[in-house]
């Protein structure tokens, strides 16, 4: 079972920049793929960036530019890091892992996600 805990998440202005962490843990292999998803009140969770254990990397239109996925393979975690946030970006941010394929729809649905970080970002 892999247990996947998240950290960095807070309050900031517009323009910010926040940075998100994710440890994973567990019996089973390292993921083949890791990545953050969000959910912001009565919308569905949508994944927002992934990274491959090999190194590519996938983000949602909206972040690109903005948003950088990276990885650190001997630690077993996986960062985020925000820069000119907006208000839009505004929700629960959870740290999820996949196995076997990566996509941003298998991040934003898959079981094997953390409890969720909030971020929340003020105009």
């Known amino acids: 079972q892999a247990q996947l805990l998240e950290s960095g998440g807070g309050s900031v202005q517009a323009g910010g920049s926040l940075t998100l962490s994710c440890s994973y843990s567990?019996?089973?292999?390292?993921?083949?793929?890791m990545g953050w998803a969000r959910q912001a009140p009565g919308q569905e969770r949508a994944g927002v960036a992934a990274?491959?254990?090999?190194?590519?990397?996938v983000y949602l239109a909206d972040v690109e530019g903005r948003f950088t996925i990276s990885q650190d393979a001997a630690k077993d975690t996986v960062s985020l890091q925000m820069n000119s946030l907006q208000p839009d970006d505004t929700g629960m941010y959870y740290c999820?892992?996949?196995?076997?394929?990566?996509?941003?729809?298998?991040?934003?649905?898959?079981?094997?996600r953390g409890q969720g970080t909030q971020v929340t970002v003020s105009s």
């Open positions: 999820a892992a996949v196995w076997g394929a990566c996509g941003l729809d298998l991040i934003a649905t898959t079981e094997n």
């Open positions: 567990g019996d089973r292999k390292r993921p083949t793929c």
């Open positions: 990274i491959l254990a090999s190194g590519g990397r």
